[in-house]
């Protein structure tokens, strides 16, 4: 018979080995993620940054394509943050509400990043998983198609885009998510290449099951970990591309507006001594890829199994 206090030892001991096996990958991935205090300081700005994209509208005093043309001329004394006129973040140029072009702004660079990255990790996935299942010819040939369009210049097709089809929010979204689904697809072809070899896809296959339903049913699915990753870490990528893209007047056209039009607008009137017009966009942007990078790399850190 055990002492009293090596009985309560071994049942404490048994009960927390029973504990660490009960958990799942995802709740393990949960409880490593909020012990990063940097991501999840990051997650809370993020979602004051979404709320205040949604509903940034219904705080602002003005509309954002109301011009007030009694600031014409006058914008650099007269068009200043102030709590009393409404005008939180000041006017721009044209005698335009900033908070609310700001609001608006931010909802669009934020739409582009996170619908760009949906469009790449689906395109992406399906196709590296496509590839990477049935290896051979098929691999060769959807992997040499990936590199020669991996050595065309991203920019440079993008630009081309929407000078050829115009430039519009759709011809954005839709530049920007097929053209960055390449690298995705590499990473999803090498996780497939390892993961097909695994026992339940074997026999999944020696019961009938289609090859395209093994990959939805059974290779997809165990890529999730790393595909929340990577679309983490491709949204600030993809906002830092539609904001240079707007910076050189080839994004999101007039009366619509984003984060880089508006820091583009704002450097160009820097010399007039109206800062805020750059520094209040700037702070958003900013925020927003520092914040999308953290939690991204908390995401990494949760979901590496290596690390654990």
């Known amino acids: 018979m055990l002492p009293n206090a090596a009985r309560v030892k071994s049942v404490g001991e048994a009960a927390e080995i029973a504990a660490v096996q009960g958990r799942s990958l995802w709740s393990d991935a949960r409880t490593r993620f909020f012990k990063n205090k940097a991501a999840v300081v990051s997650l809370i700005v993020l979602i004051l940054i979404g709320a205040f994209a949604l509903f940034g509208q219904f705080i602002a005093q003005y509309e954002r394509d109301t011009v007030d043309f009694t600031l014409m001329?006058?914008?650099?004394?007269?068009?200043?943050?102030?709590?009393?006129?409404?005008?939180?973040?000041?006017?721009?140029?044209?005698?335009?509400?900033?908070?609310?072009?700001?609001?608006?702004?931010?909802?669009?660079?934020?739409?582009?990043?996170?619908?760009?990255?949906?469009?790449?990790?689906?395109?992406?996935?399906?196709?590296?998983?496509?590839?990477?299942?049935?290896?051979?010819?098929?691999?060769?040939?959807?992997?040499?198609?990936?590199?020669?369009?991996?050595?065309?210049?991203?920019?440079?097709?993008?630009?081309?885009?929407?000078?050829?089809?115009?430039?519009?929010?759709?011809?954005?979204?839709?530049?920007?998510?097929?053209?960055?689904?390449?690298?995705?697809?590499?990473?999803?072809?090498?996780?497939?290449?390892?993961?097909?070899?695994?026992?339940?896809?074997?026999?999944?296959?020696?019961?009938?099951?289609?090859?395209?339903?093994?990959?939805?049913?059974?290779?997809?699915?165990?890529?999730?970990?790393?595909?929340?990753?990577?679309?983490?870490?491709?949204?600030p990528s993809l906002i830092i591309y539609e904001s240079f893209i707007s910076f050189l007047g080839l994004g999101v056209q007039e009366p619509n507006t984003s984060l880089g039009a508006l820091i583009s607008e704002g450097a160009s009137n820097m010399a007039y001594g109206v800062m805020w017009q750059l520094y209040f966009p700037l702070l958003f942007f900013v925020l927003t890829i520092f914040a999308f990078f953290f939690v991204g790399d908390g995401l990494r850190d949760a979901l590496d199994p290596k690390d654990r």
């Not at 050829?164 to 011809?171: K, L, V």
């Open 73 to 235: 001329g006058a914008n650099a004394y007269q068009g200043v943050p102030s709590i009393e006129t409404g005008h939180y973040f000041g006017t721009d140029s044209s005698g335009r509400d900033l908070f609310a072009r700001v609001v608006q702004g931010t909802g669009i660079s934020l739409m582009v990043g996170m619908v760009g990255a949906f469009v790449a990790v689906m395109v992406g996935t399906l196709y590296g998983a496509i590839a990477g299942y049935h290896g051979g010819r098929v691999d060769g040939i959807m992997m040499r198609i990936v590199d020669v369009l991996m050595s065309i210049p991203f920019m440079f097709v993008l630009i081309l885009m929407l000078v050829i089809f115009g430039r519009s929010i759709f011809m954005l979204f839709l530049g920007i998510g097929l053209i960055s689904w390449l690298d995705m697809a590499r990473i999803a072809r090498g996780q497939t290449l390892t993961i097909k070899n695994k026992e339940f896809v074997e026999v999944a296959h020696a019961i009938g099951v289609s090859p395209f339903r093994i990959i939805l049913r059974h290779i997809i699915p165990n890529l999730l970990g790393i595909v929340v990753v990577y679309a983490t870490l491709l949204v």
